[in-house]
C-alpha cells in the first residue's frame, strides 16, 4: 500500500448576512499548493464573529481572519503550531485592544470571536476564543471540540468572557489531536450552531458527498429556524493522510506499557513467541510467528529497567520508523504491523543466519 506524503482534503464554505442587514462573520481557508508548505505549515481554517454590540466588530473579524492566514504562514518554519498560532494571536489580539482604546467603552471596539483550526500531516491543532464552534464528525458520531466562552446573566441574557480584543491579555484554548480518514470537521458561528440540532449536522453530511451542499443545508436549516444572526459554516474533510512522521510516532508510542517477559507459546498483539533469539541489558529479540498470515518474525522489545528513562524510549521508537525508510540488503527491514500495538515493541524482518547475528547487530 502506497501512502501520501501529504494530506489531502475536501473544502467548503459558506456565509450569510441574514436577516441582518450587514454581515460581521468572515470566514477563510488555505490549502497550500506547494507541498513544501504543506508539510511545514499544514492546512489553515479560520472564522470569526465580529460581536454586535462592538462599533468595529466586523472590521476585527476580517482583520483577525486575513491576519492569521497571511502572518501564520510568514512564521518561521522551525516554530511549532502552537508557537506560531499563539504568537500571531497575541499579536492581533493586542492591535485590536489598542485600535479599541479609541472608543469611550474599549470593550466595545474592535471585538470578535474566532476558531482556528490548523491540520498538519496527522494532527489537528485547534485554537478558540468566545462562541464559535469547531465539531468532529467521525464514523456517524457529532463531537464538540470547542466550549462557548459565555457569561450566564439570567435566562436570556449572556455576555462573552472570551473574545479577540476584549482585553489586553489573551486566553485562547489550544488543544491538538490525531486526525483520522474521513473526519470532517465543522467551524460555524452562533447564527447557526443555536438554531440547528446536532441530527442535522449528521443529515446534512449523510444525504451528499458534496460539502458544499451540506454547509448550504446548514445554513438553510439555521434559516428556516427562524435564526436572526449571521449565520456561516465551514468544512474541511479528510480525504487522504500522509505516514506518520517522527514526532507523532514518538507522542503515539511513547506512552504505551512496556511488554510482559516473554516465553514460548505466548500471543503478544496476534504474534505467537517461538523462543528467544537473544538478549542483551538493552533489549530481547524473539522470533515470533504471525498468527494470521503465518509469516516468521522478530520481534524487539526494550529491557524492563529502562520503563522510566525518556531518552532510551526516545531511540527505542526512532529505530523503527528510522527502519522503514531504508532501503539496503545489509540492513534488517522494519516490517510495519497491520494491528494496533498495545505494547512498546517493533518488528523485523526473520533472517535466518547463525545465532541471530545480523539481528545482534542491530541492538540498541
Known amino acids: 500500500m502506497h501512502l ?22 468572515s470566514l477563510g481557508l ?4 506547494d507541498n513544501a508548505v504543506l508539510a511545514l505549515k499544514g492546512i489553515a481554517a479560520v472564522i470569526a464573529d465580529g460581536v454586535s454590540g462592538a462599533e468595529a466588530g466586523r472590521e476585527a473579524a476580517d482583520i483577525c481572519v486575513r491576519g492569521f492566514l497571511d502572518d501564520y504562514y510568514a512564521t518561521p518554519d522551525s516554530w511549532s503550531v502552537e508557537t506560531s498560532a499563539q504568537r500571531v ?13 479609541q472608543y469611550h467603552d474599549a470593550q466595545r471596539g474592535f471585538v470578535c470571536t474566532l476558531s482556528a483550526i490548523v491540520i498538519k500531516s496527522r494532527t489537528l491543532h485547534l485554537f478558540h476564543a468566545g462562541d464559535s464552534r469547531v465539531y468532529c464528525v467521525r464514523k456517524g458520531r457529532l463531537l464538540v471540540l470547542t466550549t462557548d466562552h459565555k457569561l450566564q446573566i439570567n435566562s436570556t ?4 468572557s472570551r473574545a479577540m480584543g476584549l482585553d489586553v491579555k489573551l486566553d485562547v484554548d489550544h488543544r491538538s489531536q490525531p486526525v483520522e480518514d474521513g473526519d470532517v470537521y465543522v467551524v460555524t458561528t452562533d ?5 440547528v440540532d446536532p441530527q442535522d449536522f449528521l443529515n446534512a453530511l449523510r444525504d451528499t458527498p458534496d460539502l458544499d451542499a451540506a454547509c448550504s443545508a446548514l445554513v438553510q436549516r439555521a434559516m428556516d429556524n427562524q435564526s436572526q444572526d449571521n449565520v456561516s459554516c465551514q468544512m474541511l474533510r479528510i480525504d487522504a493522510l500522509p505516514a506518520l512522521q517522527a514526532e507523532e510516532v514518538y507522542q503515539a508510542l511513547s506512552e504505551l506499557p512496556f511488554p510482559p517477559e516473554l516465553r514460548p507459546g505466548m500471543i503478544l498483539d496476534g504474534y505467537r513467541v517461538l523462543r528467544e533469539l537473544y538478549a542483551s541489558p538493552r533489549s530481547q529479540l524473539y522470533a515470533v510467528e504471525d498468527c494470521e498470515t503465518r509469516e516468521q518474525l522478530v520481534m524487539k522489545t526494550p529491557a524492563a529497567k529502562f520503563d522510566d528513562d525518556a531518552s532510551y524510549i526516545e531511540r527505542f521508537l526512532m529505530e523503527p520508523w528510522i527502519g522503514t525508510r531504508i532501503r539496503n540488503p545489509h540492513v534488517i527491514q522494519s516490517v510495519v504491523s497491520p494491528r494496533q500495538p498495545k505494547f512498546l515493541y517493533h518488528v523485523q524482518e526473520f533472517v535466518d543466519g547463525t545465532g541471530g547475528g545480523r ?6
Do not use: C, M, Y
Not at 447564527?191 to 438554531?195: A, T, V
Not at 539481528?359 to 540498541?364: C, Q, Y
Open 191 to 195: 447564527g447557526l450552531h443555536d438554531h
Open 359 to 364: 539481528h545482534r547487530r542491530n541492538d540498541l
Open 4 to 25: 501520501p506524503s501529504e494530506v489531502r482534503v475536501s473544502t467548503a464554505q459558506q456565509s450569510i448576512s441574514g436577516r441582518k442587514s450587514t454581515n460581521e462573520d
Open 157 to 160: 441574557t449572556s455576555h462573552l
Open 30 to 33: 488555505f490549502v497550500p499548493p
Open 89 to 101: 494571536l497575541t499579536s492581533l489580539n493586542r492591535w485590536l485592544f489598542a485600535q479599541g482604546r
